[in-house]
Every structure is written in structure tokens, then in C-alpha cells.
């Protein structure tokens, strides 16, 4: 089975540490962006605004960023939207401290991810985060690392080491409904040590 949420070597990263995470990766199912969010129109807000309304130009936001396209959300304190030929948004990098991007899930869960900098191809719904990076998957898991890849359309994640070398993640076991959290099991008990038989004294 082809794991939607998994790691992939990325050219001239440190090797990722993920342990025992692929095995719970391989256990995943996938969480697909709502695919209905890239036919609403983009709201934005912002204190100041710099740009036209017109194919193959760039508007820059600054402060107190927010764009919204239907349950997708950035925020952040800059941000440079792209517009194509058709003068639709095709790209929004943003910067913050941190730069966050939310979107709901065809199954109502909520991703969100945090970085210095993110950078969100509206078309094929790609975000990479760089600096800090963290995604969150609610019910699923988080990922963090200096730079990380998501895409929305396939929950496929890569991530890239900084600072201390490695990629870290956590992958929450599927909960069933009414059943407690999962715990650790205990370490079995040790059997006491066993005495030598006696042997019986031989008659002389």
C-alpha cells in the first residue's frame, strides 16, 4: 500500500530520523484538501496594498495579512499574490512570524501549518514551508522541520533537516469511537530466579 503521508529523501538533506514512524505512515489513509476550495473566489485583507487587478502582475500585502479561499486560510505579515494570464491567483508566498496556513479536509479535519515563510502554489495545491516548519494533521499527527512540503491533494509530506539534523514526526494510532487513549503497556514482571533442586543424599 503506497503511504499518502511519508517522507521522501530530499537532494543534499540529512538523513531523516523516523525510527519505527513508517510503519504507522504505512497505516494512514489519505486526507485530501477540500476539492471544492479552488473554485471560490480569494478574499484578502490587509492594512496597506500594493498592485493591479490584471493578468501576469503581483499584489503585495502588508500587514495583518488574511486570504481566504473557501476553507483554505493564510495569515501572516507580508504577502505577494500571483496572478496569471487568466488573472487568477496562482501563487501566494507569505512571510510572518510565523506565516500560517489552515484548510479543512474532505472529512471535516483541519490542517494547519506554521513557518517563516510559506510559499502555496494555488494550482496543484502545494505549500512548502521554510524555517521552523510544522504541519499539523488533526487526528493524524505532525510533522516538524527546517523545510517541509505539503500537498494538500494527496497529504504526501517531504521534509528537509536543520539545526539539529533531523526530522521529527509523530503519528497518533487511530482511535475507535468510546475507546480510551492508548497507553503504553507495562513492562512484564520478572520472574523471580529459581533455586536449584536438592539433590536427595545418596546412602553410603
Avoid: W
Wanted: charged share 20%; net charge positive; hydrophobic share 35%.
Amino acid at each position: 500500500m503506497k503511504s499518502p503521508a511519508r517522507f521522501r529523501r530530499a537532494p543534499r538533506s540529512l538523513k531523516l530520523h523516523l525510527g519505527l514512524l513508517c510503519l504507522g505512515l504505512l497505516i494512514l489513509q489519505p486526507a485530501l484538501a477540500k476539492q471544492d476550495d479552488r473554485n471560490q473566489p480569494m478574499n484578502f485583507s490587509s492594512k496597506s496594498m500594493d498592485g493591479f487587478n490584471a493578468p501576469n502582475t503581483i499584489t503585495t500585502l502588508t500587514g495583518s495579512v488574511v486570504a481566504t479561499q473557501g476553507t483554505m486560510k493564510l495569515t501572516g505579515d507580508i504577502a505577494k499574490l500571483y496572478l496569471d494570464g487568466d488573472s487568477q491567483v496562482s501563487r501566494a508566498v507569505v512571510n510572518g512570524k510565523p506565516a500560517h496556513i489552515e484548510q479543512l479536509d474532505d472529512a471535516g479535519n483541519l490542517m494547519q501549518g506554521d513557518a517563516a515563510q510559506l510559499d502555496y502554489d494555488n494550482i496543484n495545491g502545494i505549500a512548502v514551508l521554510t524555517g521552523n516548519a510544522v504541519v499539523r494533521q488533526q487526528g493524524r499527527g505532525e510533522f516538524h522541520g527546517d523545510k517541509l512540503t505539503y500537498n494538500t491533494q494527496t497529504a504526501l509530506i517531504t521534509g528537509e533537516a536543520g539545526g539539529d539534523g533531523l526530522v521529527h514526526g509523530v503519528i497518533l494510532p487511530k482511535q475507535k469511537p468510546g475507546a480510551p487513549a492508548a497507553t503504553p503497556p507495562k513492562p512484564a514482571a520478572t520472574p523471580a530466579p529459581q533455586q536449584p533442586a536438592t539433590k536427595p543424599a545418596e546412602g553410603h
